[in-house]
């Protein structure tokens, strides 16, 4: 006789997510840090100091090659964009990619 075993998804999303870092733990792979350091373009442009330009920080974002933080800026035209650290400091490096 088989009996019926109820599970609820979020015990089965715990329990997939806790087999996966074990089997990843076991292989030596060490978790990405996902924690993403998010600047104004008025701080990229202070970083870069005139190695880009506000109109390269555009265009870059426009290509996809700067991430903007998503979501609305408080509805505020004039509120500061958020975008990635990471992203301009690339840019930075190699600002012909643009």
Do not use: C, H
Not at 1 to 22: G, P, Y
Not at 56 to 73: E, Q, S
Request: glycine share 6%.
């Amino acid at each position: 006789m088989s009996d019926i075993i109820t599970i609820e998804r979020s015990d089965l999303r715990n329990f997939a997510t806790v087999f996966a870092q074990e089997i990843l733990k076991e292989m030596g792979v060490k978790p990405k840090n996902v924690n993403q350091e998010w600047i104004s373009k008025n701080q990229a442009l202070k970083l870069a100091q005139k190695k880009i330009g506000r109109k390269k920080l555009d265009t870059a974002i426009a290509k996809g090659l700067v991430r903007k933080k998503p979501g609305k800026n408080n509805g505020n035209p004039r509120s500061p964009i958020p975008v990635n650290k990471k992203d301009v400091e690339r840019l930075i490096q190699n600002p012909y990619v643009v």
